[in-house]
């Protein structure tokens, strides 16, 4: 396997046939004292805030396609966090976020709607030294060779989809991403694998954390997600789910605890029971159980709805369908092909379409400075459909990636510096798996050819209908 876009660090090559570009530069990066004064605040979406507010959450891609035609690269809006935000999406000014200090310019993940179900100290939520603590000790579980040990899980896990699917039939194809990315997700983070025996604790996990997903997906837990931002605690429904849930996690982590086996196990969960700080302290039950909550709801469902969108896109693109079809079929190019049509689906349908740091001195975005204390944040979305680096951007061309990489601050589907998403080798490995197994045995078809609209879910952007296909034939 080759995870070329995870490497991730490398502008160099530039594809001859100009379907990658370059921006102009922009100056970006923290201010003397003083020096904000000559320049002006990013002009402001004209609408009242509560306004702002409902078409944002509702309708992000228009609102923000149509800021910046309005406004340009860099502008102020209400509705992505409790105070004004600013967008930008120059790639200059990303790499200004992405190279900053965390005391210069801390994640706004702090203040992620997951905060009530994780609690403010895990990896995704911790800002500062606690930040770098947890992270170090979660990232050998995440390293190339860790994942390499789960590629043969997840092709059995895959196979066994494949198989249930019906054929002639419409079905979503969300759900049954998910079910794979569920299974990978179980059996990577706690070692459990196929479906455990009834009336374990592993059984019960597992059904919690699909009733979870479930709950937190639907539209009315939208509302209760923004009534959450800024709590440490969950409220309501949420609150008795998750208590169930605890109980369930609490008894697999106490169980793991005694295995006689737990020296050699290669799970995440026996990992961190195993794992000491700099200082030679262990992960208390309370902190592993905030951790593997991240790492289950940061982990499935995002990857499950990037490979949805993957489909959404390639069953309308002929194209490009063909040419991952024979490619797979032939072996000719297989492994690019692939990489090259997963990063491409990544760069028109980030599933997280926007994430930010909050600036803690005076900005420089552009001809713009902003205040101490102001959130900032990066539209992917945007800097994925920037004409200058991507040319006919709202065209699916895999043949951009074929022969090059992506850049750093250009393709940024995992956002970066620090704080780019632990799972990114994990995510991308699935994809090739899934992608490369859907792609040899089955003749797909949109069940539709009106392309799907995103619909937003939380911080997620996913496919309004689940990516609907009908399997024409499924091969042996
Ligand atoms: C296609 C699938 C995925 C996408 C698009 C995605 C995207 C992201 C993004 C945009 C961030 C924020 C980065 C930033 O602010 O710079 C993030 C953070 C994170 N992701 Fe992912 N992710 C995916 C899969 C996964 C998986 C499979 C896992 C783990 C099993 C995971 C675990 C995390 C964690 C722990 C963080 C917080 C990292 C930190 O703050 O240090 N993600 N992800």
């Not at 309708?59 to 149509?66: G, K, L, T």
């Not at 100290?121 to 930040?131: Q, W």
């Not at 737990?262 to 905030?290: F, H, M, N, V």
């Not at 197994?437 to 392309?451: F, G, K």
Request: net charge negative; with cysteine.
């Amino acid at each position: 396997m080759t995870p070329t876009a995870t490497d991730n660090d490398s502008v160099a090559d530039r594809p001859a046939a100009g379907l990658v570009g370059e921006a102009p530069p922009s100056p970006a990066g923290p201010l003397e004292p003083g020096e904000l004064d000559g320049l002006a605040m990013p002009p402001s979406v004209p609408l009242p805030r509560l306004a702002q507010s409902l078409r944002f959450n509702q309708r992000q891609i228009e609102f923000v396609f149509r800021a910046r035609r309005e406004l340009g690269e860099v502008f102020r809006m209400h509705g992505a966090t409790e105070d004004a935000t600013i967008v930008t999406s120059h790639p200059d000014h990303v790499r200004s976020l992405f190279t900053a200090s965390p005391e210069q310019a801390p994640s706004l993940t702090g203040e992620s709607p997951l905060r009530p179900i994780v609690g403010p100290d895990s990896v995704l939520t911790a800002v500062g030294r606690r930040h770098m603590r947890q992270r170090k000790l979660l990232l050998p579980a995440f390293h190339g060779e860790a994942i390499e040990a789960y590629t043969q899980m997840i092709s059995e896990a895959t196979e066994r989809e494949i198989d249930s699917w019906p054929v002639g039939e419409p079905f979503a194809l969300a759900p049954r991403m998910q079910a794979i990315t569920l299974d990978v997700i179980m059996a990577g983070i706690f070692g459990i694998e196929g479906k455990p025996a009834p009336r374990t604790p592993e059984h019960g996990l597992r059904q919690m954390v699909k009733r979870l997903v479930a709950a937190s997906t639907r539209p009315e837990a939208q509302i209760t997600e923004l009534l959450h931002i800024g709590r440490d605690e969950a409220m309501g429904a949420m609150r008795i789910g998750l208590a169930m849930l605890d109980r369930q996690v609490y008894a697999v982590i106490e169980a793991r605890r005694r295995a006689a086996d737990l020296d050699e196990r290669r799970d995440i969960l026996s990992l961190l029971l195993r794992a000491r700080t700099e200082s030679g302290e262990a992960l208390s039950d309370k902190e592993l159980r905030d951790e593997l909550l991240v790492l289950v709801l940061a982990g499935h469902e995002t990857t499950a709805n990037s490979l949805a969108w993957a489909w959404e896109r390639l069953v309308r693109t002929p194209d490009a369908h063909e040419a991952l079809l024979s490619a797979v079929r032939s072996g000719e190019g297989a492994e690019e092909r692939i990489e090259a049509t997963i990063v491409e689906a990544m760069r028109s349908r980030p599933v997280i379409p926007l994430i930010g740091r909050r600036v803690m001195v005076p900005w420089r975005l552009g001809e713009y400075g902003v205040p101490a204390g102001t959130a900032v944040t990066i539209s992917i979305l945007l800097v994925h459909h920037r004409e200058d680096l991507y040319p006919q951007p709202f065209d699916f061309r895999p043949e951009r990636w074929i022969g090059h990489k992506p850049g750093t601050y250009e393709w940024i589907p995992f956002g970066g510096g620090i704080r780019r998403c632990l799972g990114a080798a994990l995510a991308m490995a699935e994809q090739h798996v899934v992608l490369e197994a859907m792609a040899r045995r089955l003749d797909l078809e949109a069940d539709d050819p009106a392309p799907e609209r995103a619909l937003h879910r939380n911080v997620t952007m996913i496919p309004s209908r689940g990516a609907r296909v009908v399997v024409r034939a499924r091969h042996a």
